[in-house]
């Protein structure tokens, strides 16, 4: 790198971000050491960030704005709605996230909830100095954002693209990327899903980060994103030692689809929740949105990650939190029936997950009185606890004892009654001898 050393300079090496993973989310933890070198020594004074979601990557962004003291504007743009990615979300993200930034940020910091395209006329041409595109990951997507936005940067500023190394759903980041490469500065790291780095020329004879890493041979580009890789793998150990110190918690991200009568189940009518999941019982709520027409079935993926979970009940909810129909180990056969891979636990009352995520989807039948009333709208509450290698190994193994012993007790009542058949009989058979 040529006018700071590298790396005993970049604050990288000792920031700690405050919102780390936030409800258990974290594709981009990995670039938070970069994104802090990135303000620190790029010094922009308009940050903008196109899709936010829980804000990991907006407010470490600003995080280091404020540590490092850079008079900078920053401006996340999202709908927090979702998109066939992230899937859709209801408004409890956005408000945590608004709440969160007028907490800490709001001298500098600015929320913008609408579309990309509409937020654009809000700022100048040449006018930002650092953008984060991390809206829909679609190839069409990223490079109408692409293009929409170039203009928008100022000559020297900094475009960074994430999920550049996922190539599958649809994701097109890294075409555009290599698009890009044939007349534009460009760099990537490949850890933590990808980030693209551009560069708009001309590049600043005042080096930062950024261009240190796009005018990078080989070599010095292998020992910078080594460096990276250090510093991301430095942030994860210290959230894994401070989570084991807490207990038992799985970042667990629950989905709800819904569908009309012989229509199939389709990402857009779905709805996610990220949350953690801890050895206590919590309550996942998933909000389903009103419909004019007749709901036809509903799935539940109680969680797209790996995780030890019991299940305890799925109430169903009306929009106002009244009860209308539970499911619970009561109801364990049709749960079966439906996909879920468990077994009853010891206590009679609750399903130990088997094999997630595959095996904690759910297809589910409600009674058609409950499903027109949920024409109206309505939540479905999933009562779950978290549990840890060893004591799901335990209540798997009193739940086969529990089972055996069941059995065992079935066995021993049919012998006791075929005993007092057998005897019935052969009192009847020797009956008529006996006089």
């Known amino acids: 790198m040529k006018s700071f050393a590298f790396p005993s300079q970049l604050p990288s090496l000792s920031f700690t971000p405050h919102r780390y993973r936030p409800h ?5 933890s990995g670039h938070i050491p970069f994104a802090c070198d990135l303000i620190a020594t790029g010094h922009p ?5 196109l899709g936010t979601h829980t804000g990991e990557s907006y407010f470490a ?18 709908t927090w709605q979702g998109d066939k990615h992230t899937g859709a979300y209801d ?5 945590e996230v608004h709440a969160y930034n007028n907490a800490q940020y709001s001298a500098f910091s600015r929320l913008i909830r609408t579309r990309f395209d509409e937020a654009a006329s809000q700022f100048g041409d040449e006018s930002i100095d650092l953008l984060h595109i991390d809206g829909e990951h679609t190839y069409e997507a990223v490079r109408h954002d692409f293009d929409f936005w170039w203009p928008k940067v100022r000559g020297g500023g900094v475009v960074v693209m994430h999920d550049s190394a996922e190539r599958f759903h649809n994701f097109g980041v890294w075409k555009l990327l290599e698009e890009l490469r044939r007349e534009l500065p460009v760099a990537e790291f490949v850890h933590s899903h990808g ?17 240190a890493l796009v005018g990078a041979d080989e070599s010095d580009l292998r020992q910078i994103r080594q460096y990276y890789e250090a510093c991301a793998d430095h942030l994860q150990m210290q959230f894994l030692r401070a989570r084991q110190q807490r207990g038992v918690e799985w970042d667990v991200i629950s989905q709800l689809f819904w569908r009309g009568p012989d229509e199939t189940f389709t990402e857009p009518n779905s ?13 996942a709520l998933l909000k389903l949105p009103p419909s004019t027409a007749p709901y036809g079935g509903f799935r539940l993926s109680l969680t797209l990650e790996p995780a030890l979970l019991q299940l305890h009940r799925v109430i169903v909810r009306t929009g106002r939190g009244e009860q209308l129909w539970t499911i619970n180990a009561a109801n364990a056969t049709d749960l079966f029936r439906g996909g879920l891979h468990a077994v009853l636990a010891e206590d009679g009352e609750s399903l130990l997950v088997l094999d997630p995520p595959a095996g904690s989807h759910i297809n589910i039948s409600l009674p058609e009185p409950v499903q027109r009333q949920l024409m109206a709208g309505g939540i479905f ?24 012993a069941e059995k065992d007790r079935e066995l021993q009542e049919q012998r006791t009654k075929a005993q007092h058949i057998e005897k019935s009989w052969m009192s009847r058979i020797l009956r008529p001898f006996a006089r």
């Open 91 to 95: 408004d409890e993200v956005f408000n």
């Open 381 to 404: 509450d999933l009562e779950m606890s978290g549990l840890d290698l060893y004591a799901f190994a335990s209540r798997l193994a009193s739940a086969q004892e529990a089972r055996l």
């Open 271 to 283: 709805v996610r929740l990220a949350h953690v999941l801890s050895a206590q019982r919590s309550h």
């Open 195 to 211: 980030l693209g780095v551009v560069v708009k020329p001309p590049l600043p004879e005042n080096g930062n980060v950024a261009t």
């Open 45 to 49: 004074a308009v940050f903008v960030e």
């Open 24 to 28: 258990g989310i974290g594709y981009w």
């Open 61 to 78: 962004f600003c995080q280091a704005i404020a540590e490092n003291g850079v008079h900078c504007q920053a401006f996340a743009v999202d």
